[in-house]
C-alpha cells in the first residue's frame, strides 16, 4: 500500500502549432499524491528531437526535490511532437519508478506511420516499443485510463493512478503540469491533459 502523500513527479508539455520549429517548455510538478503541489521544474526539448529522455533525467537528478521523489509520472511518452522519451532508461538512471498515462489506447499504426517520416525511424520505433504494454486503470463512475509502467508492479501503478486522481479523472501531477506548461506557452491555461 502507497503512501497516501506520495511525492510524484509529473511531466507534460506545452502546445505547439504544426511543422513549427524550435523547442518547447516541459513541466515537472512535484505533487504530494493528489493533495497538493510541493514544487515546479521546467526544461525544454527540441520539438520532434530525441532529447526529452536526456533533459529530463538531468532535471530530476539535479533537483532538490530528488531525494523526496517516489515516483515519475509521463502525459504520455511522447513530447514535442515525437521527442520520445525512453521510459526504461528515464527510471534506471533517475532510480525513480515510472508511470505513463493515456486517457486512450495509443494507435500505434498512426504512430509507427509517423515516425517512418524520420531518418532514424527505427531507433524511434525501438523506444516506442520498449515501453511495454498497454495495461488498463479503472477509476471512479466507470472511466478508465491507459498505462504502461517501469520499475513498479501493476498493482502500485494503479493505486498510484487512483490516489492521485483527486479533482479530476486523471491524475493531478499531470492536470497540473499541462496547465503551467499550457499557461507559460498561450498566455493562459486551457484544454485537457
Partial sequence: MLKEEIRILGFDDGPFEFKQKGKIPVIGVVFRGGKFMD????TEVIIDGLDSTEKMIKLVNSSRHKNQLKLIMLDGITFGG?????????QKETGLP???VNREVPNFEDVKKALKNFKDFEKRWKIVKSAGKIKTCNL????KLFYQNVGISEEDAEEAIQL????????EP????????????KGESYGKA
Fill in 39 to 42: 514544487g515546479l521544474l521546467k
Fill in 174 to 185: 499531470l492536470r497540473v503540469a499541462h496547465l503551467i506548461a499550457t499557461g507559460i506557452v
Fill in 164 to 171: 492521485s486522481c483527486t479533482h479530476a479523472l486523471y491524475p
Fill in 82 to 90: 515525437f521527442n520520445l522519451t525512453d521510459i526504461k532508461k528515464l
Fill in 98 to 100: 515510472v508511470i505513463v
Fill in 140 to 143: 471512479r463512475d466507470g472511466e
